[in-house]
C-alpha cells in the first residue's frame, strides 16, 4: 500500500542532492540498524519555562508534517517546529521564505536546516524543533503484524505526531496553537488530537504545509532528515557491497535507488537488481509495500511458510524434522541426523 505515483518533476524535488546537509537529527547507528527513534533539539533560552507549569513560558505555536509518506525505501519522518506566536508569519514567511518542502529545491531545504541548526542565527536562537524517524523495517513489520493486529500507517502517524508534542510540552514550552498537515479527513484527524490535548487550539488541515510557516518549516526539517537517512543507508550498501566484492574492486556500476519511490525508475531497478531472493532486502525497504511484496512473490522470491502459533499445542521441537510414520521410525530419523548410531562393540 502507499505506492505514492509521482511525475518527473516531483520525483527529482524529492531526490536527496550530493552534499546535503547533516542534521543532528541523523542518529547514525540507529539508522544503519533500522530503528526508529525521535529526536528533540534544545529548547531556546529565551523559550524556556519552568517545566512543572510550562504556562509560564512565552507562548509558542507549533507545526507538523511529514515527509517520506509514500516511498518503498527509507524512513517515514514527523517533524515538529515551534516559536513564538507573533514570530511565525515575519520570521519564517518573510525573513527566511520557508515553504512546503516540496515547493523547495533540495538545496534550499538544506541550507535552511543548516542556519537552523547554526549557533547564533535567529532561527536558532528563536526556534524548536523536532522529529520522529519511523524506520522502513519498523513500518513494515508493524503493517504485516499477524493474527489481526495490525498497525497500519495512520495510526503510526497519529502515535508519533502526538508523542513529539507531548515530548516538546514536557520540555517546558508553553504550546498554545497548534497546526497540522493532514492525513486523512481533517476533522476526524483534529478531533482525535483535542482529545489528547484538549487545552491547545488545534487546527488540521489540508495543505497546512504551504498555508501555516510554522507548518512549512516543519516539512523541512523532517524532509531534510529524511533525505540525509536515505544518504546513510545509501552510503551503508555501497559500502557493504564493496567489502563483500571477491576482487576487492568496485563491482561494476553502482546503480542509484534515486528518490525511493515507487514510480522512480531507478528506485524499481534497484530493487529488481538488488533482491535477494529469500531477505529481499536490508533496513532501508518496506516489505509491506505492493511494491516490494509484489517483487518478492512474482519474481523469484523464495516463499516461506511458517508454523502457525498455537499456545496449547504439544508439538515438540523434533517434530518439525520427523517425517511422517510411526514414532519408532521418527526417533530413528532423529538419531541418525548427526551420523550413524553406534554399538557398544565399537567402543
Known sequence: MEDTQMDEGNIALETPVA??????SIHHDATIRGESYIHFSPVPPSLA???SDPSTGVPCVLGVDEAGRGPVLGPMVYGVFYLPIPQSEPLLKGTHHFDDSKVLTPAVRSSLMESLCTTDTDLHETCGWAISSLSARDIGANM???GGATYNLNAQAMDATAALIQG???RG????EIYVDTIGQPATY???LESVFPTVKITVAKKADSLYPCVSAASVCAKVTRDAALE???ETWVKNGKEQSTDGDDAGEVLSWGSGYPSDARCVAWLKQNMHPIFGWGPECRFSWGTAKDMLEGKGGVKVEWPADDDEST???TDFFAASGDKEKDADELGTWFGTPAGLEAF
Open 49 to 51: 519555562a519552568n517545566e
Open 315 to 317: 508439538s515438540r521441537l
Open 144 to 146: 504485516m503484524r499477524p
Open 190 to 192: 483534529q478531533k482525535r
Open 168 to 170: 516538546v510540552m514536557a
Open 173 to 176: 514550552v508553553n504550546v498554545r
Open 232 to 234: 546513510v543507508l545509501y
Open 19 to 24: 552534499d546535503v546537509f547533516v542534521p543532528p
